[in-house]
């Protein structure tokens, strides 16, 4: 399947799709260019934050989305300082007036901060019973603060969770995944190809991955987006701000791997120990 519910009783979007950190850091018409692209190849998921570029990432959206709104499942997200029930509102009303759309498909808090959680989601579900988003979910959160999370919103309600998930850094399968398939909450992998640390093709990870990827007629990338998109609630949102990539990005939709080629990828680029902490950047 290339298309699987996002979250407990949502529709069902593409396994991949399409994120715009630093995108604004990028030529402005090749980044438009490559966002149409995608939509055009099915990333209709379209992830951003008004922390991105201090809300120029989501002016760039706009302009690319123009006459295509209908086409996108549209996330941003609340920084921590400004999610006070009122300051949640505010947030979300100027990422609106950015993207230049009256809703959200789903709004995240981008992570934890002072604020109550009690604040933050009365301010969600006040945002969704007025149509300006349509589902909400949390960033960064680990299993304890998914565990009072769940407490506070009630089953059902958090649509997904998006965290760091790359071939290198895969600590949120020992209990994140896991949580959030018991519940029904997604997982967003952002980053999914890392920072400048994706495996070097002269490396053993590099080298099972160009392996794979040979015997699908595909690219090591496209091998890692179905790796790491192989459970039923993992979404990715590679960014690409070149044509080039995100048509790389889109060939993984297809993509499936066997058991035996999981494994391999498996033993060359393990997980590792469960960490204290939640890694995030």
């Avoid at 090749?30 to 002016?59: K, N, Q, W």
């Avoid at 603060?145 to 009630?154: C, I, M, N, S």
């Avoid at 609630?233 to 048509?247: D, G, L, T, Y």
Wanted: charged fraction near 25%.
């Amino acid at each position: 399947m290339t298309q699987q519910p996002f979250g407990a009783g949502s529709r069902a979007i593409p396994i991949i799709g399409q994120g715009t950190w630093n995108i604004e850091l990028a030529d402005k018409a090749g980044a438009i260019s490559a966002l149409r692209r995608g939509l055009d190849l099915g990333l209709s998921h379209v992830d951003t934050a008004e922390m991105y570029g201090s809300g120029r990432s989501e002016e760039i959206i706009a302009e690319a989305l123009a006459g295509r709104r209908n086409e996108v499942f549209l996330v941003s997200k609340v920084l921590p300082h400004n999610a006070s029930k009122a300051g949640t509102r505010s947030a979300c009303e100027r990422s609106l007036r950015r993207l230049k759309t009256d809703r959200l498909d789903c709004y995240l808090l981008h992570w934890r901060g002072s604020y109550l959680l009690e604040e933050t989601f009365a301010a969600f579900e006040a945002l969704c019973e007025e149509g300006k988003i349509l589902s909400w979910g949390v960033s960064n959160f680990d299993v304890d603060d998914l565990d009072e999370a769940l407490e506070v919103a009630g089953p059902g309600r958090i649509a997904c969770n998006q965290v760091l998930y790359h071939l290198r850094e895969r600590a949120i399968e020992h209990a994140v995944i896991p949580w959030c398939e018991r519940n029904g909450v997604a997982v967003t992998a952002y980053s999914p190809f890392g920072q400048d640390d994706f495996p070097p093709s002269t490396s053993v990870g590099g080298k099972v991955l160009a392996e794979v990827a040979a015997a699908h007629g595909a690219s090591a990338r496209q091998v890692a987006l179905a790796f790491l998109t192989r459970q039923p609630s993992v979404f990715a949102i590679p960014k690409a701000a070149r044509v080039n990539h995100v048509e790389d990005n889109a060939g993984a939709l297809p993509l499936r791997l066997s058991e035996a080629e999981i494994a391999r990828i498996d033993a060359a680029l393990p997980r590792g120990p469960k960490p204290r902490t939640l890694p995030m950047l």
